[in-house]
């Protein structure tokens, strides 16, 4: 397995942050910056789901494949995750040539696995519930001696993850009067959460997780990590559905003084009715969950107050069930 030694210690920085948004911008325009009333405040919203593979997760994934040597890039990467780092990781490594393996649960959205698959991934199954796919992925990239990248413990990914803060906050300059100074992010591990608070250091930072699966909150309300509880509930948000959060993350948000909020199944899908009904967008249930926290007044409002809607793979029979619920 190559795993590159400095990454065991390198910290993410917000220096790379602003290496990976360049590096992004070569590559892709901008995601729109989208914007409606509420309560008498303007709210922004960072469309990340309009990415080619529909999340955020390319930043991360194209920041680290891009920084592999010659040799790692012939070698290939192994990943794991349940859809949109997967896709993310697929999308770079076709685009750079390099080989590519997926750890992904059994249970992810049909769309991501086949989105996944059509990007030229060999996708590995595992059981999200009784098997550890950190374990798994650690295992086929020895095996192969690929290098793994993970969905969110990686300095380089959390780097890249950062870039949307970047490209958001000169939106928000150009039309909004200044930068944000409250920022709401989906939060699953803490990729993106902790990559944008690098980004946007004079910004409030605000986490939103669903219910029974917010182990981040917890974290940052008791100052160390607190792992999801036994038999959490079920939930839409598989992309969330992250059971223990990484130092690298907690370190970074906690020292930001970030704070979180979690959000149950009916905002959730209250939030994918209204972006698609006010925003025209089709989020998914994870991708949904910042701007569910602000819907349902879980958030005060700031004067720029930027929300971030991460990630727009769902199955179509399930944001259909939700439209017409």
Same mark, same amino acid.
């Given at each position: 397995?190559?795993?590159?030694?400095?990454?065991?210690?390198?910290?993410?920085?917000?220096?790379?942050?602003?290496?990976?948004?360049?590096?992004?911008?070569?590559?892709?325009?901008?995601?729109?910056?989208?914007?409606?009333?509420?309560d008498?405040?303007?709210?922004?919203?960072?469309?990340?789901s309009?990415?080619?593979?529909?999340?955020?997760?390319?930043?991360?994934?194209?920041?680290?494949?891009?920084?592999?040597?010659?040799?790692?890039?012939?070698?290939?990467?192994?990943?794991?995750? @349940?859809?949109?780092?997967?896709?993310?990781?697929?999308?770079? =490594?076709?685009?750079? %040539?390099? $080989?590519?393996? /997926? !750890?992904? *649960?059994?249970?992810?959205?049909?769309?991501?696995?086949?989105?996944?698959?059509?990007?030229?991934?060999?996708?590995?199954?595992?059981?999200?519930?009784?098997?550890d796919?950190?374990?798994?992925?650690?295992?086929?990239?020895?095996?192969?001696?690929?290098?793994?990248?993970?969905?969110?413990?990686d300095?380089?990914?959390?780097?890249?993850?950062? @870039?949307?803060?970047?490209?958001?906050?000169?939106?928000?300059? =150009?039309?909004a009067? %200044?930068a $944000?100074?409250? /920022? !709401?992010? *989906?939060?699953?591990?803490?990729?993106?959460?902790?990559?944008?608070?690098?980004?946007?250091?004079?910004?409030?930072?605000?986490?939103?997780?669903?219910?029974?699966?917010?182990?981040?909150?917890?974290?940052?309300?008791?100052?160390?990590?607190?792992?999801?509880?036994?038999?959490p509930p079920?939930?839409?948000?598989?992309?969330?559905?992250?059971?223990l959060?990484?130092?690298?993350?907690?370190?970074?948000?906690?020292?930001?003084?970030?704070?979180?909020?979690?959000?149950?199944?009916?905002?959730?899908?209250?939030?994918?009715r209204?972006?698609f009904?006010?925003?025209?967008?089709?989020?998914?249930?994870?991708?949904?969950?910042?701007?569910?926290?602000?819907?349902?007044?879980?958030?005060?409002?700031g004067?720029r107050?930027?929300?971030?809607?991460?990630?727009?793979?769902?199955?179509?029979?399930?944001?259909?069930a939700?439209?017409?619920?």
């Amino acid at each position: 397995m190559r795993t590159p030694g400095a990454s065991l210690m390198r910290k993410p920085n917000r220096d790379g942050v602003l290496a990976a948004a360049a590096k992004i911008a070569e590559i892709l325009p901008e995601t729109p910056l989208l914007s409606f009333e509420r309560d008498g405040a303007t709210i922004w919203c960072k469309a990340e789901s309009l990415q080619p593979m529909g999340a955020f997760k390319l930043r991360g994934a194209w920041h680290r494949l891009t920084d592999l040597d010659a040799q790692q890039r012939a070698d290939g990467v192994v990943a794991f995750s @349940s859809g949109n780092h997967a896709q993310g990781v697929a999308w770079s =490594a076709k685009r750079l %040539g390099m $080989p590519s393996t /997926i !750890v992904m *649960p059994s249970d992810a959205p049909r769309k991501k696995l086949e989105n996944t698959r059509a990007l030229g991934a060999e996708i590995i199954l595992y059981d999200r519930m009784t098997e550890d796919r950190a374990a798994i992925g650690a295992a086929l990239a020895a095996e192969r001696g690929a290098t793994l990248v993970p969905s969110f413990d990686d300095a380089w990914v959390i780097e890249g993850q950062g @870039s949307a803060g970047i490209e958001a906050t000169a939106q928000m300059e =150009a039309r909004a009067g %200044g930068a $944000p100074d409250r /920022i !709401v992010i *989906p939060c699953g591990g803490g990729g993106l959460s902790a990559g944008i608070a690098l980004a946007c250091p004079d910004a409030e930072i605000v986490i939103a997780e669903p219910e029974g699966w917010d182990d981040m909150r917890q974290s940052l309300e008791t100052g160390e990590i607190v792992p999801v509880g036994p038999n959490p509930p079920p939930t839409a948000c598989d992309a969330l559905q992250t059971t223990l959060v990484s130092p690298l993350t907690f370190e970074v948000l906690s020292g930001r003084g970030a704070t979180g909020v979690a959000v149950s199944e009916a905002e959730v899908a209250e939030a994918m009715r209204f972006a698609f009904d006010k925003l025209r967008l089709v989020v998914e249930p994870g991708g949904a969950a910042a701007l569910a926290a602000v819907l349902a007044g879980k958030v005060e409002l700031g004067e720029r107050t930027l929300v971030i809607i991460s990630g727009g793979n769902v199955d179509d029979a399930r944001f259909a069930a939700v439209l017409s619920a």
